[in-house]
């Protein structure tokens, strides 16, 4: 069975997963523990067990980072949080507004390290796209974080942190009954998630929760890039929307574009999809398809994909290839999408074109990457 942690080893030639940062001072973020950890910490603390329920409450209901606001808890206990722990937010090193609505934030973590993330409005809704990982261990060709060179995976308290950021910008503790900014989260930003399972699993618990940020498991996508293994695992285990970054109907192809593909490729990803549980009309799995000019863009192609997902419960989202600095593909011509996206959609398939958001700040599916690469020893050092 292959370890969520650690991705299969052909396909990690970089081994620089870093240990998870530590704070400046020395406190424990209280952010990305789990119900039982905040419980265990009151348990040694000899406090009642519905501390935790409280805590839990201001951290993930409120909103609130100060414990001089909680209010319900004795001034003693307040000072004895204080001096150990702390309810932090991910430092933003930038946030940059796109003209169309996006914003993008650059967000440095206490080991220097950085990641991006990006909300997307719509008119009654908006999505936050979440990395899982600082860059990305796989090297998919079309793709800008696949070309970064540094990775580690991002702790829950780092994946958690990104949409209290959000809520925060936005003055969402609790918030507006309606017309909300933050009530999607799609986990397509940097990275793989599956790769990085354990600690996007915890994170998610702790957004999904009921009594905290609420947001619920259909509002929530999980993208991969096809670790088959895992697929199954995460559908039960926390039964999100899930979509599959395709891209190509042909191993030899996909091999090409998503190197994984080699490791597990098109037959035993779409096994792994057809275990999903829960699947139906109202739960579809989305395939993702970035459109790639005189590469995967033909009517033959489309074809190929409909025969392959035929009999499942999905949807396909075509991506208009979005471009980046040195990216070697251009974006399919508007008669080839209409062409694909009508044979899809002949074939009984929802098959929207997802219009790019944010690219004139970068922020658009595909082109987040940052700076963060390992300090060098310089040779005077070495
Ligand atoms: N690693 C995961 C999730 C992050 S990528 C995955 O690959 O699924 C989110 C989506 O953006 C994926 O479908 C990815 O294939 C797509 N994407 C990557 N680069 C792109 C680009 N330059 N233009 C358009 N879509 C891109
Ligand atoms: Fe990684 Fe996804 Fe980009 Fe591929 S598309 S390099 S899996 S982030």
Known sequence: MLDPQISPP????????????SHADGRTNLVGMSREELGDLFKTMGEPAFRAKQLWGWIYGKGARDFADMTD?????????????????PHVSRLQDSIDGTKKWLLRMPDGQEIETVHIPEDDRGA????SQVGCTLTCKFCHTGTQRLVRNLTPEEIVGQVMLCKDTFDEWPGPETNRKLTNIVMMGMGEPLFNYENVAKALRIIMD???????????TLSTSGVAPLIPRAGEELGVMLAISLHAVRDDLRDVLVPLNKKYPIAELLAACRKYPTLSNARRITFEY???????????????????????????NLIPFN????????????????????????????????TPRG?????????????????RPSRATE
């Open 73 to 89: 808890m004795s001034k003693k206990l307040r000072a004895k949080l204080e001096e150990g722990y702390a309810v932090r937010r």
């Open 128 to 131: 936050l796209c979440v990395s």
């Open 323 to 354: 471009p980046w600095p040195g990216s070697p593909y251009e974006t399919s011509t508007q008669g080839a999408i209409d062409r694909f996206s009508r044979i899809v959609m002949d074939a009984g398939f929802s098959s929207p074109v997802r």
């Open 290 to 316: 970035v459109m790639l000019k005189g590469v995967n863009d033909s009517e033959a192609d489309a074809r190929e994909l409909v025969r392959l997902i035929a009999g499942l419960p999905a949807k396909v």
């Open 210 to 220: 009921a009594e905290g940020i609420a947001i619920s498991k259909r509002r929530i």
């Open 10 to 21: 052909s396909l990690a030639p970089f081994k620089e997963a870093l240990p998870a940062p």
């Open 359 to 375: 690219r004139d700040i970068l922020a658009a599916c595909g082109q987040l990457k940052t700076e963060s690469r390992r300090e």
